[in-house]
């Protein structure tokens, strides 16, 4: 699923509501004014890191980014929705997710569903506010948090703060894996 021209146009359209500048958000964040250019533009999808930065510093929710439309109330995803790979959302860092229960709002948490292939993965560290909870569904990967690294496997799960520098290298094939991100 390219997510890109929609998304951009959502981080736009919230930036501009706040009269805030290309140059102010991307300082804020700590990347380049191209990159977030690039990101509203839709010519690339970047990494949930990058996403849970831009949201922080417009002071709103990746969820707010990915979906125009609020729900409150229960929200009920079926295996089909995600488990169908037009649905996913592939990143520029070679990973494709799905966040659940995006339209939902006021959420003191954000799960999402992960593939990353070995062949597709970019080796790079990430660091974002918050705590994680990652648990492996199918597939085998090494996850490094800090200076320790964990091999994970179907059943086997890890709980971090994401403030600290954590990578994740697919040792199968293929991975899937849930994880939940709290800002709290």
Avoid: W
């Avoid at 417009?58 to 037009?86: F, M, P, R, W």
């Amino acid at each position: 699923m390219d997510l890109g021209p929609k998304l951009g146009k959502q981080i736009r359209y919230i930036r501009k509501q706040q009269n805030r500048t290309l140059d102010e958000i991307a300082s804020t964040c700590g990347f380049s004014k191209s990159l977030l250019s690039k990101i509203e533009n839709g010519v690339t999808t970047p990494p949930i890191a990058t996403l849970m930065k831009i949201a922080e510093t417009l002071g709103v929710t990746v969820s707010d980014l990915l979906e125009e439309n609020k729900e409150v109330g229960t929200i009920y995803t079926q295996a089909s929705t995600y488990k169908n790979n037009d649905k996913l959302i592939k990143t520029e860092k070679g990973y494709s997710f799905y966040a659940f229960a995006a339209a939902r709002q006021d959420k003191i948490m954000q799960p999402y569903y992960f593939v990353a292939r070995k062949s597709e993965v970019y080796n790079h560290a990430l660091s974002h506010k918050g705590e994680e909870f990652v648990f492996v569904l199918e597939g085998v990967m090494n996850y490094k948090v800090g200076d320790m690294e964990y091999t994970l496997g179907p059943g086997d799960s890890i709980y971090f703060t994401s403030l600290e520098e954590h990578t994740l290298t697919p040792i199968s094939d293929e991975v899937k894996y849930m994880a939940i991100f709290s800002s709290n």
